[in-house]
C-alpha cells in the first residue's frame, strides 16, 4: 500500500460505482476507530491488546486452535497514522469497485479471506517469531488483485513524482497495479524474513488470492 515508498501515487479512477459502497466505508471507519482505541491505551495495556488480537507466528502454529482468529483481527491493526491512512486510501479508491460487482456481504468474505492468506503466509516464513503482524495490507493487495483480473482497463489517476517534476498522468490500471506487484514481489525477495518492518511477502500472497479467487467468487446479480 502507501506504507511503501513509491513516486507514483494514484488519486482516484475512472471506474464509477453503481450504489454507495457501504462495506468499503464500514471497514474504513471499523479500521479508523480501532486504531483511535489503539492509541488511546497505556504503554502497559498496549502490549496485551497486540499480543491479543495481532498474528504472533510462533503463537498462531503452537497453537492454531486458539489463535486462529488473530488471522481476522490483526487486519483492523495498524502501527502508526500513515499505516492507517495509506491502507484506508487504497481501500477506498480499489474496494469500491469489487463491492459493487461482488456485493456488500461477498465482497467482506473476499476481502477478509485475502487478509487471512497474506497474513498466513507471511507467518508460515517466520514461524518461530515473536513480531506481531498487524495491519489491513494483505487484504487491500487482495482487493487490487481482484481489481487487476477485473477492472484491467480502468484509468487510474496516478500523482507521478520525478525529482523536481510532478504531475497526474492516466495509467491503466493492468500498468499501474502491474508494476505495483513486481516491486513488491521484490522487495519481498530482498527482505528477510522475520526482521520488523514492512511484511512485503504478505501484499504478494494477498495479491495472489486476490486475483486467483476473483474469477471464482460470485457477483451480484441484483
Given at each position: 500500500?502507501?506504507?511503501?515508498?513509491?513516486?507514483?501515487?494514484?488519486?482516484?479512477?475512472?471506474n464509477?460505482?453503481?450504489?454507495?459502497?457501504?462495506?468499503?466505508?464500514?471497514?474504513?471507519?471499523?479500521?479508523?476507530v480501532?486504531?483511535?482505541?489503539?492509541?488511546?491505551?497505556?504503554?502497559?495495556?498496549?502490549?496485551?491488546?497486540?499480543?491479543?488480537?495481532?498474528?504472533?507466528?510462533?503463537?498462531?502454529?503452537?497453537?492454531?486452535?486458539?489463535?486462529?482468529?488473530?488471522?481476522?483481527?490483526?487486519?483492523?491493526?495498524?502501527?502508526?497514522?500513515?499505516?492507517?491512512?495509506?491502507?484506508?486510501?487504497?481501500?477506498?479508491?480499489?474496494?469500491?469497485?469489487?463491492?459493487?460487482?461482488?456485493?456488500?456481504?461477498?465482497?467482506?468474505?473476499?476481502?477478509?479471506?485475502?487478509?487471512?492468506?497474506?497474513?498466513?503466509?507471511?507467518?508460515?516464513?517466520?514461524?518461530?517469531?515473536?513480531?506481531?503482524?498487524?495491519?489491513?495490507?494483505?487484504?487491500?493487495?487482495?482487493?487490487?488483485?481482484?481489481?487487476?483480473?477485473?477492472?484491467?482497463?480502468?484509468?487510474?489517476h496516478?500523482?507521478?513524482?520525478?525529482?523536481?517534476?510532478?504531475?497526474?498522468?492516466?495509467?491503466?490500471?493492468?500498468?499501474?497495479?502491474?508494476?505495483w506487484?513486481?516491486?513488491?514481489?521484490?522487495r519481498?525477495?530482498?527482505?528477510?524474513?522475520?526482521?520488523?518492518?514492512?511484511?512485503?511477502?504478505?501484499?504478494?500472497?494477498?495479491?495472489?488470492?486476490?486475483?486467483?479467487?476473483?474469477?471464482?467468487?460470485?457477483?451480484?446479480?441484483?
Amino acid at each position: 500500500m502507501a506504507d511503501t515508498v513509491t513516486p507514483m501515487f494514484p488519486l482516484y479512477d475512472d471506474n464509477p460505482t453503481g450504489r454507495t459502497p457501504v462495506m468499503t466505508y464500514g471497514l474504513i471507519t471499523v479500521c479508523v476507530v480501532v486504531f483511535f482505541y489503539q492509541v488511546g491505551l497505556e504503554a502497559a495495556e498496549l502490549k496485551p491488546f497486540i499480543q491479543t488480537w495481532a498474528v504472533i507466528p510462533r503463537e498462531l502454529f503452537t497453537h492454531f486452535d486458539r489463535e486462529w482468529f488473530t488471522l481476522v483481527s490483526s487486519q483492523f491493526l495498524h502501527g502508526g497514522l500513515w499505516h492507517l491512512a495509506g491502507n484506508m486510501w487504497f481501500l477506498w479508491l480499489f474496494g469500491n469497485n469489487l463491492e459493487d460487482v461482488l456485493g456488500r456481504g461477498p465482497f467482506l468474505c473476499f476481502y477478509l479471506l485475502c487478509g487471512a492468506v497474506a497474513a498466513f503466509v507471511q507467518a508460515g516464513v517466520t514461524a518461530h517469531s515473536g513480531i506481531p503482524l498487524i495491519g489491513a495490507s494483505g487484504a487491500i493487495a487482495g482487493v487490487m488483485g481482484g481489481y487487476i483480473v477485473r477492472f484491467p482497463h480502468a484509468q487510474i489517476h496516478t500523482l507521478l513524482i520525478l525529482v523536481i517534476f510532478i504531475t497526474v498522468i492516466r495509467i491503466p490500471a493492468v500498468v499501474y497495479l502491474g508494476f505495483w506487484i513486481v516491486f513488491e514481489t521484490l522487495r519481498a525477495a530482498a527482505t528477510e524474513p522475520g526482521m520488523p518492518g514492512i511484511a512485503y511477502l504478505a501484499h504478494v500472497a494477498g495479491f495472489l488470492a486476490g486475483a486467483v479467487l476473483l474469477p471464482l467468487w460470485p457477483e451480484r446479480r441484483d
